[in-house]
């Protein structure tokens, strides 16, 4: 399960967000592109609050169709054109995602890719997988710190004398 961590050394967000979020080893992530307030039928919704709540449906429909939920998003990246659109904004997007306190970027900008989008947003979300029994071991092992085999003890050099003997016994035989 990812883990979300506000610091006690930061000072506290600012609105619905978490400073830090981990997610755990063996993830599925899930990117999700920029999506703009235009809903199933193709048409663009007017006004900033209705262009996030599509928005934000759009962001947990994807989450759905992929078998995750609002709860496993990581990150999201907001994009607003107009600094006294961020009531309506915060309003729709608290609405449609709850509770959850992804790490959170809000940029107001001067424009997106028409004129026409007000609000854009983009996730990534994380899911955790369960491995199976044998994979996981395998994971262990290979996470396991490898254990030094000993080294080699270098033979010693032979000397005349023994050489000497180790061809006279090669003749022997």
């Not at 592109?33 to 199933?40: D, H, R, Y």
């Not at 995750?68 to 998003?73: G, K, Q």
């Not at 997988?129 to 396991?144: D, E, I």
């Amino acid at each position: 399960m990812n883990r979300a961590l506000n610091p006690s050394t930061v000072a506290a967000p600012i609105g619905a967000y978490s400073h830090s979020v981990e997610i755990p080893p063996h993830s599925r992530i899930l990117y999700i592109s920029g999506q703009v307030g235009i809903g199933p039928d193709g048409v663009l919704k007017e006004g900033v609050e209705a262009q996030t709540e599509q928005v934000c449906r759009n962001i947990v429909a994807i989450l759905e169709a992929n078998g995750m939920t609002t709860a496993d998003l990581v990150k999201v990246n907001s994009y607003i054109i107009n600094p006294s659109d961020l009531g309506a904004f915060r309003a729709a997007r608290s609405r449609v995602l709850g509770n959850v306190k992804p790490a959170s970027t809000l940029a107001v900008i001067q424009a997106l890719a028409g004129p026409q989008y007000l609000v854009e947003i983009e996730a990534i979300a994380a899911q955790s997988v369960a491995m199976p029994r044998a994979a996981a071991a395998s994971a262990a092992r290979k996470a396991a710190p490898a254990k030094k085999a000993a080294p080699k003890k270098k033979a010693a050099p032979k000397t005349k004398a023994v050489k000497k003997a180790s061809k006279k016994k090669a003749r022997r035989r």
